[in-house]
């Protein structure tokens, strides 16, 4: 049984919101009230990780507050020309240290970044889910972002995210437009690998 959504189909019965959620660029002018924006936060902030640790810090900014410009001002120049936009911008760091059960003093983490991006999907499925959308990149100034916005040594910024009320395609420059749709998935065999991989 294959589940369709957002012009995209699955290949097996998976909930209609993985479908439904995807990285627009068209935004609307809506401006996201802040306890919408904790709430998706929220949710970002109970994914799983390494031993509990959290790793993750959620930096932010909704437009028209007074540390929007510096965060927009972080963007590469492509980035800035959409995500102006966006009702926010969220700048996600992570931890590279952390305290396990025991221990006295914190050891490296291996799994800081893979911790911070279960936060990120669940972000962007509890925008959705509240008829937002969410859009990460990684063209952005990362040095910028960690001096600027003050990030304390042994934390990595791993990406930004615009949200926005998704908006028509015709709100974008042409070129950008043309690859507004949502993006499809290599068919599910060439990603899951039963066993391992193959042998050489």
Request: glycine share 6%.
């Amino acid at each position: 049984m294959t589940v369709q959504a957002n012009f995209r189909t699955a290949e097996h019965p998976i909930n209609p919101l993985f479908l439904e959620r995807w990285s627009p660029r068209a935004f609307t002018d809506e401006a996201i009230p802040e306890a919408e924006l904790l709430t998706i936060l929220e949710a970002a902030h109970w994914a799983p990780s390494s031993y509990n640790s959290q790793p993750w810090r959620f930096l932010y900014a909704r437009r028209g507050t007074p540390s929007w410009d510096r965060f927009l001002g972080l963007l590469n120049e492509f980035n800035q020309s959409w995500a102006k936009n966006a009702a926010a911008l969220v700048i996600i760091v992570s931890n590279s240290l952390m305290l396990t059960p025991g221990a006295e003093k914190p050891v490296p983490s291996h799994s800081h970044s893979f911790d911070a991006g279960a936060a990120w999907g669940s972000m962007a499925l509890q925008a959705t889910l509240l008829g937002w959308q969410a859009h990460g990149m990684v063209g952005f100034d990362l040095d910028r972002a960690f001096a600027e916005l003050n990030v304390p040594q042994g934390y990595r910024v791993e990406a930004a995210i615009a949200i926005g009320r998704q908006g028509d395609k015709s709100l974008l420059p042409e070129r950008m437009a043309a690859r507004e749709v949502p993006s499809t998935r290599k068919p599910l065999a060439e990603v899951v690998l039963e066993g391992g991989f193959p042998a050489a």
